[in-house]
């Protein structure tokens, strides 16, 4: 996931069973103040993609914007409106960077 700007995590939710979730090296390794809730964000983030992705199987409802939702994390300002940024935003209150 190096060199793609602002990615903290992606998933394959044709992969097994269940899918993987995968959680950058940079987040992971980060020595931020905030690294532990950026891994448990990504994580609950991509896991909420691949249930939508389970869910919701045709594009293009898969780990798309939805129109209810605000896009733009209101904290962070950060733009993304996927299910998983949702539940992201659902249990932290906010999407999770290391700092």
Do not use: W
């Given at each position: ?23 950058s090296q940079e987040v992971y390794t980060s020595r931020g103040a905030n690294v532990r809730n950026a891994v448990f964000g990504t ?57």
């Open positions: 996931m190096s060199g793609v700007p602002g990615a903290a995590g992606n998933n394959d939710p044709g992969f097994g069973k269940n899918g993987k979730v995968f959680v994580y609950a983030h991509e896991v909420g993609n691949i249930l939508d992705a389970k869910i919701n199987p045709n594009p293009p409802n898969y780990e798309s914007n939805y129109p209810n939702a605000n896009p733009v994390d209101p904290v962070t300002g950060v733009l993304d409106g996927d299910a998983g940024a949702n539940v992201e935003r659902c249990v932290f209150g906010s999407l999770q960077y290391p700092s």
